[in-house]
């Protein structure tokens, strides 16, 4: 979504945008959304291929899973990307080449020394270090070294959030090459309005109490594994209260089987995956939203989608106290913030607001506007414009 909005928003200032990438869904039963500008599906050349492959067949062979023929593919696209895009752009370069860096990407750098054009590298994770701790992986200093390589060599590193910048940084970039260009929104989908009547009674909604909702992906970094005591302890006062999650992931049948365990599955709704063009329409349902990220044992890098879209919403958020949230939210005037793990005080945050429609109505209105002046995809895209002037010549 971060790729899609940011084209489009670079079109709508004006730019023509091509976008080359190795997959345009990640199943062959899902049809591609719309791409804004020209597209280019850059395959892996069959010699690469076959190589992946027969690594597979190997393990397979001997009986062992590991992460190596993916990361080998990783590494050898590399090659098939850089070759393809230099023999398309050759005769008419593009005036910068604008990267979302990933584990082992050294095309960016290739091919913009090979066109003698400005490298802009989007960071939004330290790739290395979330590969070790949330991953598998074959090849942990290749996968550091080759990050470090990428971003020393790119024009300007433009992280979402300061801890990415600090971590650009100290991989050795200098300073003033790196920018924090938070993540943003989409206004004209996410804002505020009426919910839709049609979409509560099709949720089960009707008559029911208070709505909490959680948008997100179902895995461990996400924090999830509190909803079910979160909303134990709201049902004890509130015994209509019903929780919504919008999403999916390896974690949905552990909370299923907790929420069950707690007699409260009843209090839940699972959407599983839907279009992100229908969150917005979600997320107006919600009185509450709230992102519960845990404690971690590394800086918190997030700059965290959920946390815009519900503002953008006029949605009041509870949210943990961590990293650019707290940069974000101040508790009273933005939304509420607790102290990360602590679910007591995330319970308490969100009795408050329930009990109180007007700071609800307040919290929601202020974060709204916030967003609006601030956090959109089409302010991210007027400042990526004004960098780039210092480069295109």
């Known amino acids: 979504m971060h790729v899609r909005e940011l084209v489009s928003a670079l079109g709508r200032a004006g730019h023509n945008v091509a976008l080359a990438t190795q997959l345009v869904c990640k199943s062959p039963w899902e049809t591609p959304a719309p791409a804004p500008g ?3 599906q850059i395959h892996p050349s069959p010699n ?7 690594l ?9 899973e590991n992460s190596i023929p993916g990361e080998l593919r990783r590494v050898l696209y590399n090659r098939d990307l850089e070759v393809e895009l230099r023999r398309r752009f050759e005769a008419d ?3 910068l080449i604008y990267e979302r860096a990933s584990l082992y990407s050294t095309a960016g750098v ?8 400005p490298l802009f590298l989007e960071l939004n994770a330290p790739l290395a270090i979330e590969q070790s701790a949330y991953r598998a992986t074959g090849f942990g200093p290749l996968a550091a070294q080759a990050e470090r390589w990428t971003l020393t060599h790119a024009d300007a590193v433009l992280a979402v959030s300061a801890e990415l910048r600090e971590h650009a940084i100290v991989a050795g970039v200098d300073p003033g090459r790196v920018h924090v260009i938070p993540n943003g929104v989409n206004t004209r989908l996410f804002c505020p309005g009426h919910r839709d009547e049609a979409l509560r009674g099709r949720l089960g909604l009707n008559g029911a ?17 509190v909803l079910p005591e979160l909303l134990e302890n709201l049902a004890e006062v509130q015994p209509a209260v019903r929780l919504i999650i919008v999403g999916d992931g390896p974690l949905r049948q552990p909370l299923e089987n907790d929420f069950k365990s707690k007699g409260i599955s009843s209090n839940v709704i699972f959407t599983g995956l839907v279009p992100h063009e229908e969150v917005p329409a979600l997320i107006r349902q919600f009185d509450i939203a709230v992102a519960p990220y845990p404690q971690t044992d590394h800086a918190f890098y997030f700059s965290p989608l959920k946390l815009f879209e ?27 913030v607790y102290p990360a793990g602590d679910v007591g005080a995330l319970v308490k945050c969100c009795h408050e607001l329930l009990t109180d429609g007007a700071l609800r109505t307040r919290l929601g209105q202020s974060a ?4 609006r002046d601030r956090f959109t995809w089409d302010h991210n895209a007027a400042r990526i414009t004004a960098l780039a002037q210092e480069f295109i010549k």
């Not at 597979?56 to 062992?64: A, H, S």
């Open 38 to 40: 020209a597209l280019f």
């Open 48 to 54: 690469h291929a076959a190589a992946v492959q027969a």
């Open 56 to 64: 597979k067949q190997f393990n397979e062979l001997i009986g062992v």
């Open 93 to 95: 370069p593009p005036d």
């Open 110 to 117: 290739s091919l913009a020394r090979a066109l003698h054009r």
């Open 209 to 225: 109490g208070p709505v909490i909702g959680f948008v997100g992906g179902l895995r461990p970094w996400h924090g999830v594994e």
């Open 310 to 336: 519900y503002m953008a919403c006029a949605v009041p958020v509870v949210a943990a106290a961590l990293g650019q949230i707290n940069e974000v939210l101040r508790t009273g005037e933005t939304g509420m």
């Open 368 to 371: 709204a506007g916030l967003v």
